[in-house]
Antibody
Framework: QVQLQESGPGLMKPSETLSLTCTVS????????WSWIRQPPGKGLEWIGD???????NYNPSLKSRVTISVDTSKNQFSLKLSSVTAADTAVYYC???????????????WGQGTLVTVSS | DIQMTQSPSSLSASVGDRVTITCRAS??????LNWYQQKPGKAPKLLIY???SLQSGVPSRFSGSGSGTDFTLTISSLQPEDFATYYC?????????FGQGTRLEIK
């Protein structure tokens, strides 16, 4: 059974760079897309971007200037970096496996438990 | 961006009720529509993909239908564990978007 686990700091200051890692166990990171999704407290889901095991990426245009997603197949991990964070970036951040279903994107069949990142001075 | 609009935003129902949640896309997404259930403090769980395909392990009381711009999620007979928030998500575009969610509460 594939399992995903996010790791990273829970508290950050404005202007810092958020760095999260998702470790995939129980299966290979190869042959899939891997996504980051966030959810501000009490609000809905926002897709941040994804990475293919080969390293190709897609980003949400609303965050593209600040986001970098990368993959390390040797460690079965993928990572998120979000620069210049503000209070508006406070959210639960989820990593998820994306099953390709159309020629453009897919659905999320495995999720991490999520990690709350709070941005506060 | 493809905008996804769910209705209603919240819904009260009783155990045993039949419930339908609607999701409308701002343009045709063919059948690239997926549904998730989220309980408080938990990650979303995939219920339906491709508009009507039931994810493995999901009870058969959940069903999905629709194509083009209009989609529905139906729960045929509500169980206590079904009270949660439901989200639709389109996978037609490279830019993945979700509906705003429908909160299903106990009447």
């Amino acid at each position: 059974q594939v399992q995903l686990q996010e790791s990273g700091p829970g508290l950050m200051k404005p202007s810092e760079t958020l760095s999260l890692t998702c470790t995939v166990s129980g299966g290979s990171i190869s042959s899939y897309y891997w996504s980051w999704i966030r959810q501000p407290p009490g609000k809905g889901l926002e897709w941040i971007g994804d990475v293919y095991y080969s390293g190709s990426t897609n980003y949400n245009p609303s965050l593209k200037s600040r986001v970098t997603i990368s993959v390390d197949t040797s460690k079965n991990q993928f990572s998120l970096k979000l620069s210049s964070v503000t209070a508006a970036d406070t959210a639960v951040y989820y990593c998820a496996r994306e099953r390709a279903y159309s020629s453009s994107s897919g659905y999320f069949d495995h999720w991490g438990q999520g990690t709350l990142v709070t941005v506060s001075s | 961006d493809i905008q996804m609009t769910q209705s209603p935003s919240s819904l009260s129902a009783s155990v045993g009720d039949r419930v339908t949640i609607t999701c409308r896309a701002s343009q045709s997404i063919i059948d690239y529509l997926n549904w998730y259930q989220q309980k408080p403090g938990k990650a979303p769980k995939l219920l339906i993909y491709g508009s009507s395909s039931l994810q493995s392990g999901v009870p058969s009381r959940f069903s999905g239908s629709g194509s083009g711009t209009d989609f529905t999620l139906t729960i045929s007979s509500l169980q206590p564990e079904d009270f949660a928030t439901y989200y639709c998500q389109q996978s037609y575009s490279t830019l993945i978007t979700f509906g705003q969610g429908t909160r299903l509460e106990i009447k």
